[in-house]
């Protein structure tokens, strides 16, 4: 049975990418004598495609394909990386044949250019959504890798869960081994003590074996190591080093030697390149659209009452850098020097700095907050880059001397406008806990995520809970 890591799969996957990019060319060409001539290009009345075309196209996307390391395993557990490879992957092929088409086929209609990127990326895309759906829906019996973690402790659970969700794709969680008598609560998932390893492993068909001790057990790892030596499993070793990371742990080759990377940057260097991108576009687009309302907020504001129509406000930005946020004044001028009135503790000891019926918010400063609007001038922070349209709300640098380490890596990615916070119960939740749906998102981001979050964001601010 085909599943989504082995070699027959990859495969396929390639007949079908190939497949669907040729026909998407060829729909291309059929659809192309339906729509009208762009108005700064030439008119086409008769369409032609050479048929060199359908030669070039599949070997660009399918040497693209592969040195964007598509099918690579690793990429494909989760949706939003299959996607984002995918859809990168299409992005150069298409830039690449353009670069053909400029060279040698000039000829070639613009329309049909953009129709036949539309279509291959439209199919490429469908047919794994319809892929992982028939898989998850239907749950193939047939599973090609048994897995039995070494080490039933927090680190060996995170490893059970991750298999858990990801079943459907082919991983079986036989269960664990540990010493650990305390650790009967897993039920019967503890197959017994990490000496009974090569008689589980044969016993049950073991294909893999994860080590997953705790740092005071790592003298057992060589002794694992041996005995399994002569196995026919593969073995894998989780390191408990992931409490110590302030974002992720990564090993990488430093050298010629391998060594874990304790700081591995959130975002890597496409992923940070796109977001720019993307928010240079849409930010751009925004101010432009906002700027009626934008003159309209500040006369209100200067009418309401005295004082300057910005505030502007010291922030912690992404890795703890400082810089001036903006707002529509919604406060009265001199607000921050009586926010100690304001300050209360809850009966777990956190800070709760912000609260309903503040008396410090003007008239017009109240309706602004609850609909969001005196955050509008924080486009022109996106613009400058000190923030991101979503990420981590960023805060005031008193409160960020308040934080333990753990909430300190809410700072590893650009704060936003918006976040995972924002859009699941804004100022509803106090610091300790919106810091946790920030690490969420710094976890799982990708592009989509940020689309997710902005298409949620104003029916959030429609509802006006927990703003104020």
Known sequence: ??????????????????????????????????????PFAAPYLVIRVHVSAYLIVPALWLITFLLGSVYDPKHIYKVTDEFQHV??????????????LYLFFREFSRWLFLIFVVYDLA????????????????????????????????????????????HWMGLELVGYLDDDPDKNYLEDHVLGVVQDVRRVVAEQKIDDVVIALPQRAYGQINKLALALHHAPVNVRVVPD???LALYRATVEDFGGLPMINLRDPALNEVQRLLKRLFDLTLAGLLTLLALPALG???????????????????????????????????????????????????GNGNLIHKKENDPRVTRVGRLLRRTSLDELPQL????????????????????VDRYE????????????????????????????????DDLYYIQNYSLWMDLYILLKTPFVVLRGKGAY
């Open 296 to 346: 309209l907020i500040a006369l209100l504001v200067k009418l309401d009452s005295p004082g300057p129509v910005l505030f502007r406000q010291q922030r912690v930005g992404e890795n703890g850098r400082i810089f001036a946020m903006y707002k529509f004044r919604s406060m009265v001028d001199g607000a921050e020097k009586l926010q100690y009135k304001v300050n209360e503790v809850s």
């Open 380 to 399: 022109f922070n996106v613009l400058k880059g000190d923030m991101s349209l979503v990420g981590p709300r960023p805060e005031m640098p008193w409160l």
């Open 241 to 243: 080093y992931f409490s």
């Open 87 to 100: 859809t990168a992957a299409v992005a150069i092929a298409a830039l690449l044949f353009a670069g053909v």
């Open 1 to 38: 049975m085909l599943r989504r890591f082995s070699v027959n799969y990859a495969v396929l996957s390639i007949a079908l990418d190939i497949g669907l990019t040729l026909l998407a060319l060829w729909l291309a060409v059929q659809s192309r004598l339906a729509l009208p001539d762009l």
């Open 405 to 436: 380490v753990w909430q300190r890596r809410r700072f590893a990615v650009p704060q936003g406008m918006t976040g995972w916070w924002q859009v699941n119960g804004r100022s509803d939740k106090p610091m300790h806990l919106h810091t946790e």
């Open 123 to 166: 199919f490429l895309l469908s047919w794994r959504v319809l892929a992982r759906l028939i898989l998850k829906v239907h749950r193939l019996p047939a599973t090609e890798r048994r897995v039995l973690i070494v080490g039933a402790g927090m680190v060996g659970q995170r490893v059970g869960q991750m298999i858990g969700t990801h």
